[in-house]
């Protein structure tokens, strides 16, 4: 009987185990972290294990719940943990960690009497203030009838059903005809996300930094070629995606190119992607120079319905440079060495457009 006893607490045993881990792996969350000095990442959940990296002040991190003070977070392509303490701003990804990364929208608050502004995306959240009626706001949908904002500088989120989007139908409209004798090519340079936008969030890296680098890089080699360059951002700072495609368009450049970097639940997906929605030619060129890189992992080109492409009235592409979920992708994309190497493809790509 002793043996049946043991063996049947066994059994629980590694039950409970399972069941822990489920409860730990269940869900993925979004939060920011809010310390005054860099938060340390350690390689244990407790205050006794090694710190393998830092994280700045209102970075915006995806984490596992844990049961115990610290939640887990994937820095550096490992595994690591922070104090709970220190990060808020909680919201569930289930929406959005499949359909890749978040791009923010511009709307208009359509409420006679005003929209609440609340501390989380719930009814019951504590409520910060109030957007009045007709107010044009830049939002990230999240999919669950609540979209987050910026508000007084901190995180807000309001209901969407009082908003109206400011999208319009997905209408080609053509492309204007340039003047025969040009006077040169110019190239706006789009740095996707920034400020409080931080993009796809993975393997320790923020999807604003890494496309920023990727643009300077761009910058530098097209405009040594005496090529024009604009730039949408040059900072860190926001720019709502209606900003960024006005630019293009009232500057009628001969390229408006943004530049991505691309997440997906598998982190065995890979690759950089050329996306379009009216003209396939700038597109095609710029994917067929990225092919010939010997690093250039191409997953090809896209007819995509974004924003930044359907509004656009001059020759529009978007690049996703990689996967910032895959591991060699997240390395490569930290190296000079891509950067230059997407770069000069891109300037090789606009020697035959011009
Ligand atoms: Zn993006």
Redesign the pocket.
């Known amino acids: 009987m002793r043996f049946f006893k043991t063996v049947t607490a066994l059994s629980i045993i590694v039950l409970l185990l399972f069941v822990t881990y489920e409860q730990v792996s269940a869900s993925t969350n979004v939060g920011v972290v809010q310390s005054d000095a860099p938060l340390n990442v350690r390689d244990l959940p407790s205050e006794e294990g090694s710190i393998i990296g830092k994280l700045e002040p209102g970075n915006k991190i995806e984490y596992f719940n844990t049961s115990t003070d610290w939640v887990k977070i994937t820095y550096a392509g490992q595994v690591g943990y922070v104090s709970k303490a220190f990060i808020s701003g909680t919201i569930s990804t289930e929406a959005t960690s499949t359909a890749g990364?978040v791009?923010s929208k511009t709307g208009v608050v359509a409420s006679t009497g005003g929209l609440n502004v609340r501390s989380g995306p719930r009814q019951s959240e504590s409520v910060l203030g109030q957007l009045a009626n007709g107010t044009q706001i830049d939002y990230i949908d999240l999919g669950n009838d609540w979209a987050q904002i910026t508000y007084n500088g901190a995180i807000g989120f309001i209901h969407t059903e009082y908003v109206q989007s400011m999208v319009t139908s997905p209408t080609v409209t053509p492309i204007v005809n340039k003047p025969t004798a040009k006077q040169g090519f110019k190239v706006v340079l789009d740095a996707?996300?920034g400020g409080y936008d931080s993009?796809?969030v993975a393997n320790g890296l923020l999807?604003k930094h890494v496309v920023k680098a990727y643009k300077d890089e761009l910058k530098r080699t097209l405009a040594a070629d005496g090529i024009e360059v604009i730039e949408t951002r040059t900072g860190d700072e926001f720019v709502s995606l209606s900003s960024r495609v006005n630019q293009a368009n009232q500057a009628q450049a001969d390229l408006f190119l943004s530049i991505?970097?691309n997440s997906f639940a598998d982190p065995n997906v890979r690759g950089f992607e050329t996306h379009y929605y009216q003209s396939s030619k700038e597109a095609s060129a710029i994917n067929k120079e990225i092919r010939r890189l010997n690093s250039g992992y191409t997953r090809g080109i896209y007819q995509s319905n974004f924003q930044v492409l359907r509004d656009s009235n001059v020759p529009a592409v978007l690049i996703e440079v990689g996967y910032l979920t895959n591991a060699d992708d997240a390395y490569r994309m930290q190296t000079n060495q891509h950067q230059q190497e997407v770069s000069e493809a891109v300037r090789r790509a606009v020697q035959q457009l011009k």
């Open positions: 990364h791009e996707g996300h993009g796809a999807e991505h970097a």
